[in-house]
């Protein structure tokens, strides 16, 4: 009779196992901050300010202010940090809901600088999207970092590694992943090396590289390697720690003392 009851007791755990993973969540959780982060809630109520006990929905607009940050963090483990380092930034929760084996998030980048360290979920119902202007990334296990200046609509995608697509308004931009070029040989230190055949596409965007678009399209002709500061920065960032301070302009002038 041991064996059935044991058998039963298995059952149960795994049917409970299985409901509190299918339980939806639609809120994301605040687990580190420093400084001034205005959360509107997307109800009309009266504006807070963000703290590690809060949580973000969706409908809210988050205003990260100078020399502050919020890091979020889903069910699905993945980390969306909000900058203030280079200035204010502003990203409202367009949709956020995840259930079971789906994660469906849309926040549009206003203004500003987020950090991304997202995981890959397969699921085809499952969706993790930036809208930046004319522009739309979608985000799968991705390391990257991205700032947009409203102002001059300019969009730069600091790239370190994973599955992270551009949508502009010519074409899709898959970073990562690499171009089936035949014979021909695409070697990003070296530009010159690459020969563009007729109807051949050999866009390559590799990891530790960045891109910038203006006006909705791209404005570079191939991406540059990161600066090694952009890779320190990010782990720091992620670490709780405030961004190196730039190298100082101390190079004397010819001549001078």
């Keep these: 009779m041991r064996i059935p009851r044991l058998l039963g007791f298995s059952l149960a755990g795994f049917f409970l196992a299985a409901c509190l993973w299918a339980k939806p969540f639609n809120e994301a959780a605040v687990v580190m901050l420093d400084g001034t982060v205005m959360d509107q809630p997307g109800d009309g109520s009266k504006p807070f300010a963000l703290q590690t006990t809060s949580t973000v929905a969706k409908g809210d607009i988050l205003t990260c202010y100078d020399q502050s940050w919020v890091i979020l963090k889903t069910h699905k483990g993945d980390q969306i940090g909000v900058s203030g380092f280079d200035g204010p930034t502003v990203v409202s929760v367009d949709e956020y809901y995840i259930e079971g084996p789906d994660r469906q998030i849309r926040l549009v980048l206003q203004k500003g600088t987020l950090f991304l360290k997202a995981n890959n979920v397969g699921s085809p119902q499952s969706f993790f999207e930036i809208n930046i ?83 909705g399209t791209l404005a570079d002709e191939g991406p540059t390697p990161l600066d090694p500061e952009v890779m320190i920065n990010y782990n720091r960032f992620f670490e709780g720690q405030p961004p190196l301070p730039p190298p100082e302009n101390d190079i004397l002038l010819k001549g001078s003392s």
Aim: charged fraction near 25%; proline fraction near 5%; glycine fraction near 6%.
């Design 133 to 215: 202007g004319s522009v739309v990334a979608s985000i799968g296990d991705t390391q990257a970092i991205l700032s947009y200046d409203s102002s001059q609509s300019h969009l730069n995608v600091q790239y370190i590694r994973g599955k992270l697509t551009v949508i502009d308004k010519v074409k899709e931009h898959k970073f990562g992943v690499p171009p089936n070029p035949g014979n021909h040989v695409v070697n990003i230190k070296d530009k010159n090396s690459i020969q563009q055949a007729e109807n051949e596409d050999l866009e390559y965007i590799p990891q530790d590289s960045e891109y910038n678009w203006k006006n």
